[in-house]
C-alpha cells in the first residue's frame, strides 16, 4: 500500500502542468494577498480531486452528496455494514498457521462480495422499503479491516414517518434464542455494547465516569424521537439477558 500511494504522489508532483495546477483559484488568491511571500508562489504541489483521500477528493464527494440530498430530501435510513474477519468464507482461504490480517486480499474480496449481495437485497429487491437514490462510503479501520457506510432515501410511501414505523426496520433487543437461534447467536456474539458503566467504570467508552454511547440504555415499550429527532428504540423488558464478562446484560 506504501509503494502504491508513493508512487501515485510522485506521479502527482511531477506532473503538476498536465493536471494544470497553476490556474488553479488559490494561485491567485496568493499572489492577491499581501500576507503571502511571493518568493514560494509556484513551488506548491498541488493535490487535485482526482487524487483519493485528498481535501479537494473529499469536499467534492461531499458536495456531490449534499447536492443529492437537496433534490431528493435527507436520508432516511444510515446502515453501518463491518467486516468480521472470522466469517468462514475467509478462514476457509487461510493457509497453516495464518491469521485473517495476514491476508488482507482475502478480506476486502469476501467483503466486497458480501456488500455486493447485500446492496442487492436492499437497492434491487427493496427489504426495506423502495430506494430512490443512496449514497455508499467504504473506509479501512485502523486494524485494516474495511467498513462501509450506507444513506439510502427511500420514496415517501417507504420513509417512516412516525416512530413506530422504525419497529418494522429495526430492533434493539435480544432475539427470541428458540425461534431465531442464527439471529441470536449473532447478536449476541458481535453487536453487544458493554459492559460498561457501573459494571466497568474503565472501559472505553467511559467518559468522565459516563459511557460516551449513552449505556446502559432504559427500558421502554415504545419507540419514540428524543428532542433533537434520533429515534429512542424500543426495549421492552422480556426477561431475555445475556452473560458477557461476568456481568448479565439485558434489553
Known sequence: YAKIEQNQLLWQKMNQRVIRAE???GLADAMASDSQNLNYIGTQIILPASFVGSNRYMSQYYQDAMAIVRKYGKPSLFITITCNPHWPEILAE??????PNDRPDIIVRIFNLKLKAILNDIIDKNILGKVVVFVLVIEFQKRGLPHAYLLIILTNEDNPQEPSDYDNIVSAEIPDPIHQSQLYETITRYM???????????APCMQDGICSKNYPRHFANVTRDDANGY?????RNNGR???LRGHILDN
Not at 192 to 202: D, E, N, R, T
Not at 231 to 235: A, G
Open 94 to 99: 487461510l493457509y497453516d498457521k495464518q491469521v
Open 241 to 243: 439477558s445475556i452473560q
Open 231 to 235: 429515534p429512542l428504540y424500543r426495549r
Open 192 to 202: 453487544i455494547h458493554g459492559p460498561c458503566g457501573s459494571l466497568a467504570p474503565h
Open 23 to 25: 490556474l488553479y483559484q
